[in-house]
T-cell receptor, first 116, second 111 residues
Framework: IAGITQAPTSQILAAGRRMTLRCTQDMRHNAMYWYRQDLGLGLRLIHYSNTAGTTGKGEVPDGYSVSRANTDDFPLTLASAVPSQTSVYFC???????????????FGEGSRLTVL | LAKTTQPISMDSYEGQEVNITCSHNNIATNDYITWYQQFPSQGPRFIIQGYKTKVTNEVASLFIPADRKSSTLSLPRVSLSDTAVYYCLVVVMDSNYQLIWGAGTKLIIKP
């Protein structure tokens, strides 16, 4: 079982270009998340999705968009990349049962993005 | 809304027990406390979760006092491979669906 797969692993991108980071999970989790982690810092939530067909804004959503067309995929798009979006991006998923969020998130290995 | 505060860094020696404390003064009645471990160039990995008192699994223990305003992750007999960043997370169990992450504690284990 692969768990969470992110692609690309790393990318160098010119400012102003459009970029989509892909995330796929095979655990049938209903909730998915995108975080960014800047060098030496903690995690900041960009967008999340509670279930297929719904998305929500996190702490730092500006400049990013997401979609959740099905349970397994949760792509993150940078419409026009800027240097401040240089970061490591982590996708995660979790199962939320009747009591709500369980707190056990499964993370991908990250996508390292450099915007020049 | 809960805010989590944890030490920026700690160091210890192989074979010692390490305790990392997280403060979450405004934790709500139904919120859970969770801890994650992150190695360089990897995503965080779930370690343990608890609500109150003590929880133990094969890798760690989590101590939560009665007032729940703090929690302590305890790692028994650490080894060099336990060098990592440890994150405290408060799981807010309401309709707003929030996960409140701490800034992380960088733990360095020395030989």
């Amino acid at each position: 079982i692969a768990g969470i797969t992110q692609a690309p692993t790393s990318q160098i991108l010119a400012a102003g270009r459009r970029m989509t980071l892909r995330c796929t999970q095979d655990m049938r989790h209903n909730a998915m998340y995108w975080y960014r982690q800047d060098l030496g810092l903690g995690l900041r939530l960009i967008h999340y999705s509670n279930t297929a067909g719904t998305t929500g804004k996190g702490e730092v959503p500006d400049g990013y968009s997401v979609s959740r067309a099905n349970t397994d995929d949760f792509p993150l798009t940078l419409a026009s990349a800027v240097p401040s979006q240089t970061s490591v991006y982590f996708c995660a998923s979790s199962w939320t049962g009747n009591r709500g969020l369980t707190g056990e998130l499964f993370f991908g290995e990250g996508s390292r993005l450099t915007v020049l | 809304l809960a805010k989590t505060t944890q030490p920026i860094s700690m160091d210890s020696y192989e074979g010692q027990e390490v305790n990392i404390t997280c403060s979450h003064n405004n934790i709500a009645t139904n919120d859970y406390i969770t801890w994650y471990q992150q190695f360089p160039s990897q995503g965080p990995r779930f370690i343990i979760q608890g609500y109150k008192t003590k929880v133990t699994n094969e890798v760690a223990s989590l101590f939560i006092p009665a007032d729940r305003k703090s929690s302590t992750l305890s790692l028994p007999r650490v080894s060099l491979s336990d060098t990592a960043v440890y994150y405290c997370l408060v799981v807010v169990m309401d309709s707003n669906y929030q996960l409140i992450w701490g800034a992380g504690t960088k733990l360095i284990i020395k030989p």
